[in-house]
């Protein structure tokens, strides 16, 4: 037994030790999608928000599994190997032969490079700038290979490539049938930092000019913005544009910066043009959250964004019930605290409620109409403002800042898959509740009620009631925002 063991043993060992690259890339990236790696950490622009608005256009797309590294200068032949292309936010000293060659390689044979703005002149052109700035000591041999592929270079003196004032300009495609330009409008504006004084390689193919403006101290001349390179099979696409992420809102920079990284990588453009940074399905969950009567941090409209399949508008009281809800919206998100309405909205919200539409009551509403009788039979439950003899009820009380355990119960599909979690939020003890409620979330804090969320027995609508949410340590903790997303969308008959 002991030498089955150990042969065992040896042969864990020697799967432990398998070399990386007989692993299949499929476990570790999105199957199907196109993998790109954004290299950054160093810039003379602000990075860190740049690369992250980078990362989200490409993201928006659902065609792109995206990574960041920050540390270019650690790249190898082998960690490149799973991409397909890069995108260069950096702009800073070189990388050393290991990473440069890296790089080179995997352009050179046949994957795909996008260099953004700054990128253009990293790597021993950064003296430009240090001498114009008194400085020596950043001054170091240029990677002529990355001009190469890039297909332009900086220059100094008198002709010195830079930019004009920072203005609106318009930019004009000049290849209207490349597949980045193709479909999308002749021209289009951005406010951005106009390049101009390049020294380009005849290997390019210019795509889009501006003009420069001798009003805005530019050269007077239609500048190249955006190319193509070819560098040995491989192909690169440049663009001049996306000082900040003010410039990178402009629809044309998402357009060709999204359409480029696609074309390098695969040689195609399939991505339509409008591209939007936060798409919506046509059939997605229409949601009306109500507010008022209640301050509450504005962290509390980050917990309803980024989900494609679910559309969200706000609208306070007191119009917030105002026409046929019905038509209107799947589901309404009550985080308002108000005790009355007119009887015309009341018919309103009852209206949709027997239409058979979903509810979700989240954190102070639970306060909400403490005289209507029907509102709380609705809810399932009610944060009692006062003592009410008529429930056999004392008032119900809270406390802030509470750090708890919130323990999912039952298989109900609002908690299914989700882990108990420590979080920090005000707690409710002492609301009324009705005795057929089937908890959805318990706790065992002293200072709060045992089930802190749960579906009402309120027929016909889906009612879900979730007592958590008051302040920034639940609204932007994604456990949370999983909670309320699996709420609104089971309230909406689209998650069973």
Excluded at 373 to 396: C, E, F, I, T, V
Excluded at 464 to 490: K, S
Aim: aromatic share 10%; proline share 6%; net charge neutral.
């Amino acid at each position: 037994m002991s030498t089955i063991r150990c042969a065992w043993s040896v042969s864990l060992l020697a799967a432990a030790l398998l070399p990386a690259q007989q692993l299949k890339d499929e476990f570790f990236f999105e199957p199907g999608k196109t993998r790109v790696l954004i290299l950054s950490g160093r810039n003379n622009h602000d990075w860190r928000a740049s690369t992250a608005h980078l990362r989200r256009i490409l993201e928006a797309t659902g065609r792109f599994d995206v990574r960041v590294t920050e540390e270019p200068a650690g790249l190898t032949r082998e960690t490149l190997r799973p991409y397909h292309a890069l995108v260069s936010d950096y702009c800073g000293p070189r990388w050393g032969a290991q990473a440069e060659d890296a790089v080179a390689a995997f352009v050179r044979q046949g994957k795909g490079l996008v260099a953004v703005h700054a990128a253009s002149y990293p790597f021993g052109i950064m003296p430009v700038l240090g001498s114009k700035m008194g400085r020596t000591d950043v001054r170091e041999e240029p990677w002529s290979e990355w001009e190469k592929m890039l297909g332009a270079r900086w220059q100094d003196g008198e002709k010195r490539t830079g930019h004009s004032r920072r203005h609106v300009f318009e930019v004009e495609w000049t290849e209207a049938a490349h597949p980045i330009a193709a479909n999308l409008p002749v021209k289009f504006k951005v406010s951005d930092e106009l390049y101009s004084r390049f020294v380009l390689s005849p290997s390019i193919r210019v795509l889009a000019r501006a003009y420069d403006s001798p009003d805005q101290k530019g050269t007077g001349a239609r500048e190249p913005i955006l190319w193509t390179n070819a560098y040995g099979q491989g192909r690169v696409f440049h663009t001049a544009l996306g000082h900040d992420v003010p410039a990178m809102m402009a629809q044309g920079f998402i357009d060709s910066f999204a359409r480029g990284v696609e074309w390098v990588a695969t040689g195609l453009v399939t991505l339509p043009p409008e591209l939007p940074l936060e798409p919506k399905e046509k059939n997605a969950l229409r949601v009306l959250l109500v507010a008022g009567g209640h301050d509450h941090d504005a962290s509390l409209y980050a917990a309803f964004e980024g989900h494609p399949g679910i559309r969200v508008n706000v609208n306070p009281h007191p119009v917030a019930f105002r026409g046929d809800l019905r038509k209107r919206y799947d589901v309404i998100v009550m985080y308002d605290m108000i005790q009355d309405v007119p009887e015309d909205q009341r018919k309103n919200l009852r209206d949709f409620a027997e239409a058979g539409k979903g509810i979700v009551v989240l954190h102070h509403a639970l306060a909400n109409y403490q005289d209507w009788d029907w509102w709380r039979a609705m809810a399932g439950g009610q944060y009692l403002l006062k003592d009410r003899p008529a429930l056999n009820a004392k008032g119900s009380t809270y406390k802030h800042d509470v750090d708890l355990e919130a323990r999912p119960t039952g298989g109900h599909p609002i908690v299914r898959g989700l882990p108990p979690m420590w979080i920090r939020d005000e707690t409710y003890k002492g609301v009324w509740q009705a005795p057929d409620i089937t908890p959805l979330i318990t706790t065992n804090e002293a200072t709060s009620d045992e089930v802190i969320a749960w579906i009402s027995p309120y027929k016909p609508a889906r009612v879900a009631v979730i007592q958590l949410g008051h302040g920034r340590e639940a609204h932007e903790n994604p456990w949370f925002q999983r909670l309320l997303r699996n709420a609104m969308l089971w309230a909406g008959s689209r998650l069973e």
